[in-house]
């Protein structure tokens, strides 16, 4: 069997508040290998967020382990966990979190500037991103002048150009219409298909029967872990 | 890398242009102000350097007439208590380099229509040698000039101009009252003295043609004054007591009778009047600094503000790669361009206020190529210093607080 891209064992996650540490993440073990795309479903204030962070080096366990391509990431230093998400992780955000005053392609090549990578290379990759998402003659227009959908096909493009091998999306859809969610959904398919692990969060199972696994948190546990039912009738 | 982070420190100074403006403006001014005021500082220096170096050095002059602590007692004008026989006695001594005893007054000149009033030194030819003072043109007059009271002069420059005009003067002869002298040189100009009195409004003569022929003096022999010249600076504390101790014994004053003599140090008043400037330059400069320290502030609340304004994209930086080193070279560069850019221009404007200036106001103004420099240095270390820490603010955000900043 191939090497899990992500493992957790035994975490918890603990928020400091007033009133008191507050349990987040509560024991939880999870294991996904190359190839994945899995759904975490969850009700409000259920962890996913948190584990979602955690996954990305953004935060840190309060306990237990978490391996990213076999790395115990807590023995990384800030700057290593900021190359893993400059080259191994992938962000998708709900509100796409695009740099307002840059053009697209100066916001797709962005990773590539703290790659170190020149300018002529950054420029040609991120029209080549731009292009795969169907959005190549855009490339000198600035965010506000695109819809919403357009927006997070750009956010996509720009976890994709320093070729990621894990898209981490928290709610990619939240801010959508159904039908434009059902588009982006088809790109992470598309993506998936080349063989990138996806995890995303999302509150909607139409959105989530693009997976082909789902994890259901509650109250920071994983209550339920199973690959999704009829996959080849919600693909069509 | 800084090729990006050029362009994107450009395009966030660009997004709030009046904002960076305004910071700028800070910075232009300090600069300008330094640099203007370092400029006035450096030229009085300077002006009193020229002005120090025109009196000749290691100079004492001794002056006729009865002094107590509270100065001179007795009008130099009454009887006159020093004569060339205590000048040749003074040259004697050790440590003294040259003697040059002086009879003074001034004079109605007149050549063809033009008359001009001047002050005229009656000397021996030491006395140039004394004051360092080179001809602009001619020849100065000699020892056998003063034995025989020829009716020769030295003029300098302002007396040239009053009274010759464009004509070349040397051999050409004025007259005092119905007396002809001939011009015998033209001295070299010194501008003002340290009283702001113009040292070029003169007439140097042997001594003995003006006190026979110009003043009639009833005292015969008397001077005014004697110019000494130590032969080095550390020889003049020496040579002051000497001339002390050996005026009182040939004028056979009583131990408890005051100095019918007033002897000056003049390199000490010059020292004075030069550490005068260096202090007031140095104010200037301090004054002039707070203004930079002010644009220094305006740029870390600016720099502050525009942290907390991109919380987020911050963030999102952080969550695509960017390590703290780069959130802090971003910002940091930010502070730097606007603050060297500001000193560009304050450079600008203080070098051309301080030629305005020197047009306007007559002032001397010095702009040194270090003050340049110090200027430069000091607007990028601005830069870094009151930039660093809104930079250190930024890149030490956590990830995801600044995303969840709204
Ligand atoms: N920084 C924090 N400090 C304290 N408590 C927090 C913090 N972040 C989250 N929490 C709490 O932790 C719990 C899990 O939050 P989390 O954001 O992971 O939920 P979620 O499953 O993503 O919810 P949603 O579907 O609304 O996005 C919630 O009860 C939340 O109030
Ligand atoms: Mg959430």
Same mark, same amino acid.
């Given at each position: 069997?191939?090497?899990?891209?992500i493992r957790?064992?035994?975490?918890f996650?603990?928020y400091?508040?007033?009133?008191g540490?507050?349990?987040?993440?509560?024991?939880?073990?999870?294991?996904?290998?190359?190839?994945?795309?899995?759904?975490?479903?969850?009700?409000?204030g259920?962890?996913?967020?948190?584990?979602?962070?955690?996954?990305?080096c953004?935060?840190r +366990?309060?306990?237990?382990?978490?391996?990213?391509s076999?790395?115990?990431?807590?023995?990384?230093?800030?700057?290593?966990? @900021?190359?893993?998400?400059?080259r191994?992780?992938?962000?998708?955000?709900?509100?796409?979190?695009?740099?307002?005053?840059?053009?697209?392609?100066?916001n797709?090549?962005?990773?590539?500037?703290?790659?170190g990578?020149?300018?002529?290379?950054?420029?040609?990759?991120?029209q080549?991103?731009?292009?795969?998402?169907?959005?190549?003659?855009?490339?000198?227009s600035?965010p506000?002048?695109i819809?919403?959908?357009?927006?997070?096909?750009?956010?996509?493009?720009?976890a994709?150009?320093?070729?990621?091998?894990?898209?981490?999306?928290?709610?990619?859809?939240?801010?959508?219409d159904?039908h434009?969610?059902?588009?982006?959904?088809?790109v992470?398919?598309?993506?998936?298909?080349?063989?990138?692990?996806?995890?995303l969060i999302?509150?909607?199972?139409?959105? =989530?029967a693009h997976?082909?696994?789902?994890?259901?948190?509650?109250?920071?546990?994983?209550?339920?872990?199973? +690959?999704?039912?009829?996959?080849? =009738?919600?693909?069509? | 890398?800084?090729?990006?982070?050029?362009?994107? @420190?450009?395009?966030?100074?660009?997004?709030?242009?009046l904002?960076t403006?305004?910071t700028?403006?800070?910075?232009v001014?300090?600069?300008?102000?330094?640099?203007?005021?370092?400029?006035i500082g450096?030229?009085?220096?300077?002006?009193?350097a020229?002005?120090?170096?025109?009196?000749?050095?290691?100079?004492?002059?001794?002056?006729s007439?009865?002094t107590?602590?509270g100065?001179?007692?007795?009008?130099s004008?009454?009887?006159?208590t020093?004569?060339?026989?205590?000048?040749? =006695?003074?040259a004697?001594?050790?440590?003294?380099?040259?003697?040059?005893?002086?009879h003074?007054?001034s004079?109605?000149?007149v050549?063809?229509?033009?008359?001009?009033n001047?002050?005229?030194?009656?000397?021996?030819?030491?006395?140039?040698?004394?004051?360092?003072?080179?001809?602009?043109? #001619?020849?100065?007059?000699?020892?056998?000039?003063?034995?025989?009271?020829?009716?020769?002069?030295?003029?300098g420059?302002t007396v040239?101009?009053?009274?010759?005009?464009?004509?070349?003067?040397?051999?050409?002869?004025?007259?005092?009252?119905?007396a002809?002298?001939?011009?015998?040189?033209?001295?070299?100009?010194?501008?003002?003295?340290?009283?702001?009195r113009?040292?070029?409004?003169?007439?140097?003569?042997?001594?003995?043609?003006a006190?026979?022929?110009?003043?009639?003096? +009833?005292?015969q022999?008397?001077?005014?004054q004697?110019?000494?010249?130590?032969?080095?600076?550390?020889?003049m504390?020496?040579?002051?007591?000497?001339?002390?101790a050996l005026l009182?014994?040939?004028?056979?004053?009583?131990?408890?009778?005051?100095?019918?003599?007033?002897?000056?140090?003049?390199?000490?008043?010059?020292?004075?009047?030069?550490?005068?400037?260096?202090?007031?330059s140095?104010?200037? #400069?301090?004054?002039?600094?707070?203004?930079?320290?002010v644009?220094?502030i305006?740029?870390?609340n600016?720099?502050l503000?525009?942290?907390?304004?991109?919380?987020?994209?911050?963030?999102?930086?952080? @969550?695509?790669?960017?390590?703290?080193?780069?959130?802090?070279a971003?910002?940091?560069?930010?502070?730097i361009?606007?603050?060297?850019?500001?000193?560009?221009?304050?450079?600008?404007?203080?070098?051309?206020g301080?030629?305005?200036?020197?047009?306007?106001?007559?002032?001397?103004?010095?702009?040194?190529?270090?003050?340049?420099?110090?200027?430069?240095?000091v607007a990028?270390?601005?830069?870094?210093?009151?930039?660093?820490?809104p930079a250190?603010?930024?890149?030490?955000?956590d990830?995801i607080?600044?995303?969840r900043?709204q």
């Amino acid at each position: 069997m191939a090497e899990a891209v992500i493992r957790i064992e035994a975490l918890f996650k603990a928020y400091d508040t007033p009133a008191g540490p507050f349990p987040a993440l509560k024991d939880v073990n999870l294991a996904i290998l190359p190839g994945e795309f899995v759904a975490i479903m969850g009700p409000s204030g259920s962890g996913k967020s948190t584990f979602m962070n955690i996954l990305g080096c953004l935060d840190r +366990p309060s306990e237990g382990r978490y391996f990213l391509s076999g790395r115990n990431v807590a023995e990384l230093g800030k700057d290593e966990t @900021a190359a893993l998400r400059n080259r191994t992780i992938g962000f998708v955000f709900q509100g796409f979190n695009l740099l307002p005053r840059m053009t697209l392609a100066d916001n797709v090549a962005l990773p590539l500037v703290y790659s170190g990578i020149g300018h002529a290379e950054r420029r040609e990759r991120a029209q080549a991103m731009l292009d795969k998402v169907g959005l190549g003659s855009y490339a000198d227009s600035l965010p506000s002048r695109i819809s919403g959908g357009q927006q997070q096909r750009v956010a996509i493009a720009r976890a994709l150009t320093n070729r990621p091998s894990l898209i981490l999306a928290d709610e990619p859809t939240g801010n959508l219409d159904s039908h434009t969610s059902q588009e982006i959904m088809g790109v992470f398919r598309a993506l998936n298909d080349e063989g990138i692990t996806i995890v995303l969060i999302t509150h909607e199972n139409d959105i =989530a029967a693009h997976a082909k696994r789902q994890v259901r948190f509650l109250d920071g546990r994983i209550v339920h872990d199973a +690959p999704t039912q009829q996959h080849e =009738a919600a693909s069509c | 890398m800084l090729g990006a982070m050029l362009h994107e @420190a450009w395009r966030a100074m660009g997004a709030n242009r009046l904002r960076t403006l305004l910071t700028m403006l800070g910075m232009v001014i300090g600069v300008g102000a330094v640099v203007l005021m370092m400029a006035i500082g450096q030229g009085a220096q300077y002006a009193v350097a020229q002005t120090i170096s025109s009196m000749g050095s290691n100079i004492f002059v001794v002056l006729s007439g009865y002094t107590s602590a509270g100065g001179v007692r007795s009008g130099s004008g009454n009887a006159p208590t020093l004569n060339v026989a205590d000048a040749n =006695a003074i040259a004697e001594l050790d440590g003294v380099d040259t003697v040059a005893p002086v009879h003074w007054g001034s004079v109605q000149m007149v050549y063809g229509p033009n008359n001009w009033n001047a002050w005229v030194q009656g000397t021996t030819p030491s006395y140039l040698d004394a004051r360092s003072w080179p001809l602009a043109d #001619g020849a100065a007059f000699t020892d056998s000039d003063v034995r025989a009271a020829t009716r020769v002069a030295l003029i300098g420059r302002t007396v040239a101009q009053n009274l010759f005009g464009d004509e070349s003067p040397v051999g050409k002869t004025f007259r005092i009252g119905q007396a002809p002298f001939v011009v015998l040189g033209v001295l070299a100009p010194k501008g003002q003295n340290l009283e702001g009195r113009d040292q070029d409004d003169l007439v140097v003569m042997p001594l003995t043609t003006a006190q026979r022929r110009v003043f009639g003096t +009833p005292f015969q022999g008397s001077v005014r004054q004697i110019l000494v010249k130590a032969a080095s600076a550390e020889a003049m504390p020496a040579v002051e007591k000497s001339i002390e101790a050996l005026l009182r014994q040939r004028h056979r004053l009583r131990d408890a009778a005051d100095n019918d003599f007033t002897l000056r140090n003049l390199t000490a008043v010059a020292d004075t009047a030069a550490e005068t400037t260096r202090v007031m330059s140095l104010l200037l #400069g301090a004054i002039a600094s707070v203004s930079l320290l002010v644009g220094g502030i305006g740029i870390m609340n600016i720099m502050l503000v525009s942290v907390t304004e991109r919380t987020r994209e911050i963030g999102i930086r952080m @969550a695509i790669g960017a390590r703290e080193r780069d959130i802090l070279a971003q910002f940091l560069l930010e502070a730097i361009i606007i603050s060297v850019i500001g000193c560009a221009i304050g450079l600008v404007l203080g070098v051309g206020g301080a030629a305005l200036a020197n047009q306007l106001a007559k002032m001397t103004v010095v702009v040194s190529g270090s003050s340049v420099l110090t200027a430069f240095a000091v607007a990028a270390g601005v830069g870094i210093f009151f930039g660093f820490y809104p930079a250190k603010k930024a890149a030490r955000l956590d990830p995801i607080e600044a995303l969840r900043y709204q």
